[in-house]
């Protein structure tokens, strides 16, 4: 007797948890459906949607939908399990959420791994990280743009400096938060605890129109306008003595090349 009562416990309870695996009746998590995902597949940006439920998975570049999905739209969710079923035709048509954060949805297609990202930004992040085998730590750290780290400078001492007979190499900076300026001032800070020569920087974000055309008159190979400052680049001049010089433009293609920055400062 005892028996058969634990039996129909067990029945009973594998009845309950097969309701639960075939209920595809959930709604997806609002941080979902509320925007696009995004990820590099073969170097062509993709796009995964799930907006007003139904499902679009399609090149950004030309809206194409990604061919085994071409037919799928409407699509079932089971939260108990974390699997998305969709309704159409496809020899996979299960995608198993594996995570789901503010960034991040991680799915598994295929037993794959596949991260999409909530931003384009979010996609080069880590497309950056993977290059230069970094954690997200070290990328945050690059990311972290300060330029009070340098001795910051104006137009007022610079064009001090012009006249006076000492030279100083002057770097004109932005605060941009892009990967590329990280790199650059990454760089730059190399650069100034190996150079033998004083080092002077200045935001161009922060001049005045009539301060940029003062010095214009000591190199009129300048930006006339402070939006005509390469942001890709940093330029560093050779200033004072009378000479506003272009001694080298810092533009650092990747991570691993920032060292190189050390011996340059080094042979001035």
């Not at 190499?169 to 150079?195: M, R, W, Y």
């Amino acid at each position: 007797m005892k028996q058969n009562i634990i039996m129909i416990i067990i029945l009973v309870a594998l009845f309950f948890f097969g309701l639960l695996i075939y209920d595809f009746s959930d709604n997806l998590d609002n941080s979902v459906i509320n925007h696009e995902w995004y990820a590099l597949d073969n170097e062509q940006m993709t796009v995964l949607s799930f907006e007003d439920n139904k499902f679009a998975y399609y090149l950004k570049e030309n809206n194409e939908k990604i061919t085994d999905y071409q037919n799928c739209s409407d699509f079932k969710y089971n939260r108990s399990i974390n699997v998305i079923k969709l309704k159409c035709d496809v020899k996979v048509n299960k995608l198993y959420v594996s995570e789901i954060n503010e960034d991040e949805l991680i799915l598994t297609i295929e037993g794959k791994e596949k991260i999409f990202y909530a931003s384009e930004q979010l996609v080069a992040e880590a497309e950056f990280r993977k290059e230069n085998n970094l954690t997200k730590k070290e990328f945050a750290d690059l990311m972290n743009i300060d330029l009070s780290i340098f001795t910051m400078s104006n137009v007022s001492e610079i064009t001090k400096l012009y006249k006076n007979k000492e030279t100083k190499l002057i770097a004109f900076v932005s605060e941009n938060n892009t990967i590329q300026n990280a790199l650059n001032l990454k760089a730059l800070d190399n650069f100034a605890n190996n150079s033998t020569k004083p080092l002077l920087v200045i935001n161009y974000q922060k001049i005045e129109k009539s301060e940029l055309s003062n010095l214009v008159k000591y190199n009129n190979k300048l930006p006339k306008k402070v939006e005509n400052f390469k942001e890709d680049k940093i330029s560093l001049y050779l200033v004072g003595n009378k000479k506003f010089e272009l001694f080298k433009d810092i533009e650092v293609n990747n991570y691993n090349d920032l060292n190189s920055y050390n011996e340059i400062a080094k042979n001035i």
